[in-house]
């Protein structure tokens, strides 16, 4: 069960008071990862918690704060359904580069196919924030490039903050 909220025009949230989740116990993972979610092909809001069923129960990481979720439209390629956005906070003891590959091991888990820059898809995850560092490398750039110019990141990081 959703709580619907609309924004705008174009916005909207939905906060699940079931799934929403907040970890209170001490996890011995080093390093906080905030991970942008989305998606835009299938039932996402299902899809996004299914992702939190796994990451609960996955080893290597924890699950610390899921956002509300933002039903917004899609921007680069606009001839597509809307993207649901979400964000989570996650702690983990691999590296940068690694997590990084981790996320699209779990994308892929997810049905994600990579077809062009801007496609539909099932899932997406991104590296928003990785502790404080800042990387940039070819395959990535922490913080996530202009994730401040982003209302699919702003405002559900909004949520988590308060």
């Known amino acids: 069960m959703y709580i619907r909220r609309k924004l705008s025009k174009e916005l909207e949230t939905f906060k699940n008071l079931r799934n929403t989740y907040i970890n209170t116990t001490h996890s011995s993972h080093k390093y906080v990862a905030?991970?942008?979610?989305?998606?835009?092909?299938?039932?996402?809001?299902?899809?996004?918690?299914?992702?939190?069923?796994?990451?609960?129960?996955?080893?290597?990481?924890?699950?610390?704060?899921?956002?509300?979720?933002?039903?917004?439209?899609?921007?680069?390629?606009?001839?597509?359904?809307?993207?649901?956005?979400?964000?989570?906070?996650?702690?983990?003891?691999?590296?940068?580069?690694?997590?990084?590959?981790?996320?699209?091991?779990?994308?892929?888990?997810?049905a994600r196919k990579r077809s062009f820059a801007n496609a539909p898809r099932t899932l997406d995850l991104d590296i928003i924030f990785f502790d404080n560092r800042v990387v940039k490398t070819p395959k990535l750039q922490i913080p996530h490039e202009k994730w401040f110019e982003r209302d699919s990141v702003l405002i559900p990081l909004m949520d988590i903050y308060r």
């Open 34 to 110: 905030t991970v942008g979610i989305g998606g835009n092909v299938g039932d996402v809001r299902r899809r996004f918690n299914h992702l939190f069923v796994y990451l609960k129960k996955e080893k290597r990481v924890s699950l610390l704060k899921t956002s509300l979720i933002l039903k917004n439209p899609p921007f680069g390629f606009v001839n597509q359904s809307d993207f649901f956005n979400s964000i989570i906070m996650l702690k983990t003891n691999m590296q940068p580069k690694f997590f990084l590959g981790y996320l699209m091991r779990l994308e892929k888990k997810f």
